[in-house]
């Protein structure tokens, strides 16, 4: 089965949703590849001119009770603007995903809301890409907004997304038992339709 986590990492939605998502796969037998894309918003709030303090309360205010059941540290007070598009983190991650190295995520993520460190620039990512031993081209650079996976709606922006074998998709942060039930309901799907075919 493949996991498609469609996610944007200056979001904490997404932040949480993959700390949900990492907890129920180990807690899971089946097997995922999951595949990383990122949707760059300019704001927590487009549209909307919002002070940075007061962005950070609204943020806290709606996400304290999930950080608290994912077990996530966030500084909101810190939470820096980013100085460079997110092509350099998103290709590193990218790149680790497909060693099966899904800690650099956490890494990345946790630079940004507990650290407060830009991770749009080589400073902040270079250092974690030496930590795992994976290159990084500063010099290359993609655009922040990344294309969607193969066969995947492109009207779809919303973050995060989870889609299951092409065929799911639920958005939002859903709990540990509600993935766990997903990923076991998408392997049933999965040999259902195998009998069928035969």
């Known amino acids: 089965m493949n996991i498609d986590f469609i996610l944007d990492i200056t979001c904490l939605w997404s932040y949480i949703a993959w700390r949900q998502l990492r907890t129920a796969l180990e807690e899971n037998a089946a097997r995922a590849t999951i595949s990383p ?4 918003g300019d704001s927590f709030f487009p549209g909307f001119d919002i002070q940075a303090a007061d962005r950070a309360r609204m943020l806290e205010e709606k996400t304290r009770p999930f950080l608290r059941e994912a077990g996530i540290s966030v500084n909101f007070d810190a939470i820096p603007e980013l100085s460079s598009d997110l092509s350099l983190p998103c290709e590193l991650v990218r790149t680790a995903f497909s060693k099966k190295e899904y800690n650099v995520l956490d890494d990345i993520f946790s630079a940004f809301f ?11 990512i270079r250092p974690i890409a030496e930590h795992y031993g994976l ?8 655009p922040s907004r990344n294309p969607l996976p193969a066969n995947m709606p492109e009207g779809l922006r919303a973050v995060p997304c989870l889609i299951f074998d092409h065929t799911t998709i639920i958005f939002g942060v859903q709990s540990i038992p509600c993935l766990k039930n997903m990923i076991c309901l998408s392997n049933l799907l999965k040999k259902e339709n195998v009998f069928s075919e035969k």
Not at 135 to 142: Q, Y
């Open 37 to 40: 894309f990122f949707i760059n």
């Open 114 to 124: 507990s650290f407060g460190k830009d991770v749009s620039v080589p400073e902040t």
């Open 135 to 142: 290159p990084l081209n500063a010099e290359h650079r993609n």
